[in-house]
């Protein structure tokens, strides 16, 4: 069964470094997002990207982030300069044209720890 | 204001039945889906109600009443893998993509 694949699993970085979380969305999907979860809380949106351009973003995603598909199958995530609340769990998510009920596919997460 | 109201934490016994109800106010409204997350893992998707009514599959089913807001989960035969946190969502469809708008969680304990 096809499934969303991201890298890494786990990145610690220091304060102010930059950050690149790479996702590959399932093949024939149009519609990509990024999540976010700080730890034992709620999963918060952060951006959705169509047709190679952002669709939305949320409050989060503030200049510090981008959002890239620099091919066919890759999708990332950049925090350009990373502050210690970036530590979270960031998803990436896909979905199909077909998928008439919203399903979104999720990938496993990149668990980011910022020191 | 989006804002998505579900108890925090809820227990049942392993065969048991348990609902976990969900409150919504959003801006936009399109659907209600649920998702389960297990420690560490994924969200994955459980089900969807863009009408109002049940919706049933398998040991899960989940209702919506769009005049009132309000929806629940229902899990029927609980079993010990079935612990886990359940969010509710709405799917905030303005664009030609969707937004999905995630509860805080609900936390399933099960008992043995």
């Known amino acids: 069964e096809p499934e969303v694949t991201q890298t890494p699993s786990h990145q610690v970085t220091q304060m102010g470094q930059e950050v690149i979380l790479r996702c590959v969305p399932i093949s024939n999907h149009l519609y990509f997002y990024w999540y976010r979860q700080i730890l034992g809380q709620k999963v918060e949106f952060l951006v959705s990207f169509y047709n190679n351009e952002i669709s939305e973003k949320s409050e989060i995603f503030d200049d510090q982030f981008s959002v890239e598909r620099p091919d066919g199958s890759n999708f990332t995530l950049k925090i350009r300069s990373t502050k210690l609340e970036d530590s979270a769990m960031y998803f990436c998510?896909?979905?199909?044209?077909?998928?008439?009920?919203?399903?979104?596919?999720f990938g496993p997460g990149t668990r980011l720890t910022v020191t | 204001g989006q804002s998505l109201e579900q108890p925090s934490e809820v227990t049942a016994v392993e065969g048991a039945i348990v609902q976990i109800n969900c409150t919504y106010q959003?801006?936009?409204?399109?659907?209600l889906s649920w998702y389960q997350q297990h420690d560490g893992g994924a969200p994955t998707f459980l089900s969807y109600?863009?009408?109002?009514g049940l919706e049933e599959t398998g040991r899960f089913s989940s209702f919506l009443s769009r005049s009132d807001s309000y929806g629940y989960l229902l899990l029927q035969e609980l079993q010990m893998k079935d612990s886990a946190s359940y969010f509710c969502a709405v799917r905030d469809r303005r664009n030609r993509d969707d937004k999905i708008i995630f509860g805080k969680g609900t936390r399933l304990h099960i008992l043995p």
């Open positions: 998510a896909s979905k199909g044209l077909a998928d008439v009920l919203g399903e979104q596919y």
């Open positions: 109600n863009g009408l109002d």
């Open positions: 959003t801006s936009g409204f399109y659907g």
